[in-house]
């Protein structure tokens, strides 16, 4: 499982810097300063989370079932979260509206909260 989350965790980070170059360079002459300002935020709580994913992968503290619940938490509220609002704002881009996606990035944005809480609880109980 370790294996899995790192792998995860890499790829999410890989990909956020390649999409934050892209927001910053190829996409600045596309879209409003709103839009790659949510852009970047989709970015950025990508690569906040990919570096959670790696911190969960090597802590050895906490127990196999924990890492298994955060990990799919965090997993699919970064593609909730990030990816909705990748293609919400590249509507100018793409000319395809995705709006049907906008109730989707607040389900991403519970799953990472709902990650973090299961790990906040999770240290709250250990016994040490």
Do not use: C
Request: net charge positive; charged share 15%.
């Amino acid at each position: 499982m370790e294996n899995r989350i790192t792998i995860t965790g890499l790829f999410f980070g890989v990909t956020s810097i390649i999409l934050g170059a892209f927001g910053a360079h190829a996409l600045k002459n596309y879209l409003t300063p709103e839009q790659l300002i949510s852009f970047e935020t989709g970015v950025r709580y990508q690569m906040y989370h990919a570096l959670f994913l790696l911190f969960l992968a090597k802590n050895e503290s906490i127990n196999l079932k924990t890492k298994k619940s955060v990990y799919y938490l965090i997993s699919i509220g970064v593609v909730l979260f990030s990816f909705s609002i990748f293609l919400l704002t590249t509507k100018n881009v793409t000319s395809i509206d995705f709006k049907f996606l906008g109730p989707i990035t607040p389900i991403g944005g519970l799953l990472l909260i709902s990650g973090w809480m299961i790990l906040l609880i999770n240290f709250f109980k250990r016994k040490e």
